[in-house]
Every structure is written in structure tokens, then in C-alpha cells.
């Protein structure tokens, strides 16, 4: 029987599960979630391969997946079917055909993650588990001048847990942008792809340096030392969302949203 490949794009808030990735020793994964949705749309067992693993409590607005079925499905069904048997903090956005040369894994050729930071005195009810709560005040262009230093192609062992698996630690850093609206300061890096806990850490190392006014020009050193312990600690995974990955224009996957709204303002 002829098998079909899938592609879906999914929303998620992580509060409430360990990460994307299904577990031996727990069932609160979203892949979990999704994959124990999409088997009852389709009576057989479905497996799903992700764009980007994302660590336990990380949010995300667009992760992509693609799934096999032999089962027909209209991709309404799919989308429906499977959103009304999700629960409430879990949503797929879009499922649409595509070729069985598409791997949302292998396939993506860039990856963007967005931080929110709360520079308040305390959290307003509508960012609590959304943002990560700084009370001190926070110098954004010393940030930004430290940020230059990780721009291209190097070795971010500075910037990996030491539990990451992955075979190297080179990795390329395309942008990374800041912004501020009001007492909310968000900060968005787009990379070919991250390491374990790479962006949490490295938003750690740039707070550092914003707090305690860091000489801009220490980051190369602590790029050079691929040393973890002299980069910054790893911030909460509430304030960390996986806005999503790019693929090539000849697979027609909806790029990640520009300016989605994540945060109330």
C-alpha cells in the first residue's frame, strides 16, 4: 500500500511536559501527546520526526514535524481530527502533503529562537510562566555590542550542557536581534542549528553582561575557552520560545511567524 508523508506545523505551551521528545520514564511529552492523537485519526501507530527537540518547559509557536500514514486522510481530517483529541496547550496549525525527500529535521536550513526577559520589580499575572522575571535594571546596548561576538561559524562548547549528545559543537549563528516594548525585552537568534540548552545559555551569558556592565569584548574570550564554566547560567525554560525552523522554497513549508504576538502587550 502506498505511504504518504505529512507535514505539520504544531503549537505548544511546555509548561506542563518534559520536553518534545517522548521518554521511557514518563508519558507528559508533547511528541507524546501528538503522536497518541494522530494514531486515532489514522487506526495505526504513527511516529513523528521533529524540526528542533525542545527541552522540558520550552514553548513553541511553529514546530514542524512530518508523520507517514498508509491510512487516507483528508488533511482537514488530520488537523481536526487530531486537535480535538489534543489537549488545550497543544494545537496543529496546518498539515499539508508534501514529498518523501521532506525531513523536518534534515531538511530545515535554519532554526529561530525567542527569549522574553520581564525587567520589572514583579511579574504581572499575564507573563507568569511566560517570561523570566529580572528586577535589576539591565544595560540592553551592552548586550547588544557582547551579541556581535557569537554572529557566524565557531565552536560554542562554551554554550552546551554537558548532557548534549550532539557529535560536534560547531554550529552557525545567521542573527540575533533585540527588542524592547515597555518593561519587556525579547531577544531573537537564528541559527543553522543549536546544541542542548544553547540559547538558554547564551541569553544567560548576554543577561551577564547586562547586569554588571562586562567588558563587550570578554565574550570572544569565553567563545575561544569552550570552557562552560565561564559562560553565564542557564535561564528558565518558561521564557524560551521555539518560533521555528526554514526549509528550502522548493518544499512550500510556511516560514515561522515574523512578528506573531506571543506575549500579551
Known sequence: ???????????????????????????????????????????????????????????????????????????????DGANSILPDDIKLIWVKRVSNE??????????????????????????????????????????KEASKFLIGEKDFSSFRSSGCQS??????????????????????????AFLLNMVRIIIGTLLDFGLNDRDPKKMKSIIESRDRNLSGKTLAASGLYFIGPEYPGEFKIKKPPVKHSVLPS
Open 167 to 192: 557529535k560536534t559543537p560547531i554550529r552557525e549563528i545567521f542573527e540575533i536581534n533585540f527588542a524592547k516594548k515597555k518593561k519587556l525585552i525579547s531577544i531573537e537568534i537564528s541559527a543553522n
Open 102 to 143: 521532506f525531513h523536518a529535521r534534515f531538511s530545515a536550513v535554519k532554526r529561530t529562537y525567542k527569549y522574553f526577559i520581564l525587567n520589572d520589580d514583579s511579574t504581572s499575572i499575564f507573563y507568569k510562566n511566560k517570561t523570566t522575571l529580572v528586577k535589576d535594571k539591565i544595560n540592553l546596548e551592552n548586550m
Open 1 to 79: 500500500m502506498e505511504v504518504d508523508r505529512y507535514a505539520a506545523g504544531v503549537e505548544y505551551f511546555g509548561k506542563n511536559y518534559k520536553g518534545w521528545q517522548i521518554q521511557k520514564s514518563t508519558n507528559e511529552t508533547v511528541q507524546s501527546e501528538v503522536e497518541q492523537a494522530l494514531t486515532k485519526i489514522a487506526d495505526i501507530k504513527i511516529n513523528t520526526i521533529c524540526a528542533g527537540r525542545t527541552d522540558s518547559g520550552v514553548n513553541a509557536l511553529s514546530q514542524v514535524i512530518h508523520f507517514d500514514s498508509q491510512q487516507k486522510r483528508t488533511l482537514k481530517a488530520w488537523k
